[in-house]
């Protein structure tokens, strides 16, 4: 079946340290995104890519890095600049706009503190 | 992107039909009324979307009013695993590099 596969699903992160949180998608899709959401809150977006190679800050990119060097996968880097990186990391991917296909979504990675 | 009212809760006895309603009376010409929803510690699952033409899918169907003012989305045969909170967003197209307004949206209780 197609789907986005986000691993782990739990995450833990010592002080100092930079951790990587894997998003694969076989959905031939050309666009992916990064969102985080803490408890009781909305998404927030933090990177996306609308095509190999290339990628855009969206509004809470301070603290990550992402890259994209193939289609289907769109690693999230959490680095140690991230002070308050406790929250739940949501991976979503779509076909390219225009036309209003929607995004499509992993089941997350919870990444804790140590 | 247009604001979209939702009840917060809804109870639903299983097996009956789940009519959740959505209000975006603000909403242009352009955008499309999504509707996820979320399970607790899961992602988002995408569920249906329409510009003005009522739409179904093997999950749900969403009716659109002709003034596109409002919409409910529809569970034909609520299940136990349908409760979830529902996320209504009105969305335009071309939005790649902006992120997806959910709301408070509507937490659906099915009971058996």
């Known amino acids: 079946d197609g789907g986005i596969t986000q691993s782990p699903k739990y995450l833990f992160r010592k002080e100092g340290q930079n951790v990587t949180l894997s998003c694969e998608q076989n959905?031939?899709?050309?666009?992916m995104y990064w969102y985080r959401q803490d408890p009781g809150q909305g998404l927030r977006l933090i990177y996306y890519?609308?095509?190999?190679?290339?990628?855009q800050k969206g509004d809470i990119a301070e603290g990550y890095s992402v890259s994209r060097e193939k289609k289907e996968s769109f690693p999230l880097t959490v680095t140690s600049a991230q002070k308050n990186p406790t929250a739940f990391y949501l991976c979503?991917?779509?076909?390219?706009?225009?036309?209003?296909?929607?995004?499509?979504f992993g089941d997350g990675t919870r990444l804790s503190i140590l | 992107d247009a604001k979209t009212t939702q009840p917060p809760s809804m109870d639903c006895a299983e097996g009956r039909a789940a009519n959740l309603p959505c209000n975006h009376s603000?909403?242009?010409?352009?955008?499309?009324v999504y509707w996820y929803r979320q399970i607790h510690s899961q992602g988002p699952q995408y569920i249906i979307h329409?510009?003005?033409n009522n739409e179904t899918n093997e999950m749900a169907s969403l009716i659109i009013t002709e003034d596109r003012k409002s919409s409910t989305l529809i569970l034909p045969h609520a299940t136990l695993r349908d409760t979830a909170v529902y996320y209504c967003?009105?969305?335009?197209?071309?939005?790649?590099?902006?992120?997806?307004?959910f709301g408070k949206g509507t937490t659906l209780s099915v009971s058996s």
């Open positions: 967003i009105v969305r335009a197209a071309n939005q790649a590099g902006t992120a997806l307004i």
């Open positions: 329409g510009l003005k």
């Open positions: 890519s609308q095509i190999v190679n290339d990628f």
């Open positions: 603000t909403i242009s010409g352009n955008e499309y």
């Open positions: 959905l031939n899709h050309d666009a």
């Open positions: 979503a991917s779509s076909i390219v706009p225009p036309g209003g296909q929607p995004q499509h």
